[in-house]
């Protein structure tokens, strides 16, 4: 849709829609991958309070959101709101790293998806030659197969709508937990309380969990960018993102407590030290009586956490990219809306052809964005929490539907959360720090993002007035003046 001249999106997506966005963008592929070695460092009761604890730091953060995304409920969302609070440079910088996080995640899951079906067929999946390799790793025949015809169908489903996206959305988180609720419940049927051991392990390895807990809860922060296409009450925004929060910390920690049951400490450590084992696959097979199928089955099942962090990445990635343009930060192209589907139709494809190219670079490269790409979220969570504190001395009189409760203290703990984020990448202080290749990602991203920032000011974008840039980026529902 077109109001004076400003591309605007339909609001489609329901409160289920909503909670099926988040929740499957947050919990993607990791848990079924990751859950035993989370007990191996933490032990059992050490691994929960872990996931316990990075919950309730993502919910100091989360709350900042949940007060700014339906009190400005717009597409953009960091962009948007650090626009309000500090102007026009700190957003242009906010929404360009934003951008890295979302398309260094979404270039990842095309190999993700090679590798899960690599796991899921074996032998029996036919490799079509080796092409070449990168970084140790081998690209081949296959891997770009399945990559780039995988990136191809998630980027015609969102061409095709926002509602298709989240028709897509739904199904696909089902699958997913249904699975993991099988794992579950075969966990405690017919698993042991005797091997819920080690209870604790020691402090190195119940750090080792803390720092690797962040990165299993970023996806909640896609909410915002659909914001302007939710077609419910904007009081709601709010608590669905905390309660989807809750749900992944939950998913977790249930996930933790059937990989606890399911096998005793030599068993499960035999399949986290097994490079070609899937952990939590292998024990559902394990607990079941050893028959492979039902690992099989947990594999597809995880693979729609693939999609679903797929899926939500592109919408994140492309509504970024849409309001970037339609504020006149970026060319115009990538403001137009499909007439028919209501979609940023150029954004979503330029995130298409990322993730399209992405597995011409091999798994291990891809590692290296998808590093990036986690800093690039912390770095957007600062900004959020920032942002949070400004508008309530600058702007207390903001309509806020969602208002929370000490503000002041809830946001400074915020601030406080993304900068503890942050430490986690530098080499002085993480065991598992961004590495230099990483580091020039980041410093490269800036750089270019720099660059199109200059020319953007120095063409016919510079030239549009504060008034203009005001409208623009809030519509006549939001703007100051």
């Not at 954004?347 to 964005?369: C, D, E, H, N």
């Amino acid at each position: 849709m077109s109001q004076g001249g400003r591309q605007e999106l339909e609001k489609s997506l329901s409160m289920k829609d909503v909670l099926a966005l988040a929740f499957g963008t947050m919990i993607g592929w990791g848990w079924i991958m990751l859950a035993g070695s989370w007990v191996h460092n933490g032990g059992v009761l050490g691994a929960i309070l872990a996931f316990g604890l990075g919950g309730v730091m993502a919910l100091f953060v989360g709350l900042t959101y949940a007060e700014l995304t339906p009190a400005l409920p717009l597409a953009g969302g960091e962009l948007v709101f650090t626009y309000r609070a500090m102007g026009y440079n700190a957003s242009w910088f906010t929404g360009w790293m934003i951008t890295l996080a979302y398309l260094g995640v979404a270039a990842w899951e095309g190999p993700a998806l090679s590798n899960a079906l690599g796991f899921l067929f074996g032998q029996l999946l036919p490799q079509l030659g080796s092409l070449y390799e990168i970084q140790g790793s081998e690209v081949t025949g296959i891997f770009l197969l399945i990559g780039c015809v995988g990136a191809v169908i998630m980027t015609f489903i969102n061409y095709r709508g926002a509602k298709a996206s989240a028709v897509f959305q739904t199904t696909a988180t089902v699958a997913m937990a249904i699975g993991g609720i099988a794992f579950f419940v075969s966990g405690v049927t017919t698993g042991d309380l005797q091997n819920m051991t080690p209870m604790f392990t020691d402090g190195k390895g119940f750090v080792a969990v803390v720092l690797a807990v962040p990165a299993m809860f970023v996806g909640f922060d896609v909410i915002p960018q659909a914001a302007e296409e939710m077609n419910m009450p904007l009081g709601k925004i709010g608590k669905i993102m905390l309660i989807t929060i809750c749900m992944a910390a939950a998913w977790y920690m249930i996930m933790i407590l059937g990989v606890a049951l399911t096998g005793d400490p030599a068993t499960r450590d035999g399949f986290v030290n097994d490079p070609n084992a899937v952990p939590v696959a292998n024990l559902f097979a394990h607990t079941l009586g050893g028959n492979p199928v039902f690992g099989k089955l947990m594999i597809i099942a995880a693979m729609c956490g693939i999609l679903t962090s797929w899926n939500g990445f592109i919408v994140g990635a492309s509504r970024v990219l849409f309001s970037m343009s339609r504020a006149k930060m970026l060319p115009p192209t990538f403001a137009k809306v499909h007439p028919k589907y209501g979609s940023p139709t150029a954004a979503i494809l330029l995130v298409g052809i990322v993730t399209v190219l992405s597995p011409l670079l091999g798994k291990s490269a891809l590692t290296w964005f998808v590093d990036a790409a986690a800093f690039g979220t912390v770095v957007a969570y600062f900004m959020v929490s920032l942002s949070f504190l400004i508008l309530r001395k600058k702007e207390p009189s903001l309509d806020r539907p969602f208002k929370v409760n000490a503000g002041t203290i809830v946001g400074i703990l915020a601030v406080c959360v993304a900068l503890f984020m942050a430490t986690l990448y530098i080499p002085l202080y993480s065991p598992a720090p961004l590495t230099g290749i990483e580091w020039a990602l980041v410093g490269g991203w800036i750089v270019l993002g720099i660059i199109l920032f200059i020319i953007n000011k120095a063409g016919p974008n510079g030239k549009t007035s504060p008034e203009e840039t005001e409208y623009l980026m809030f519509g006549d529902d939001y703007k100051r003046f």
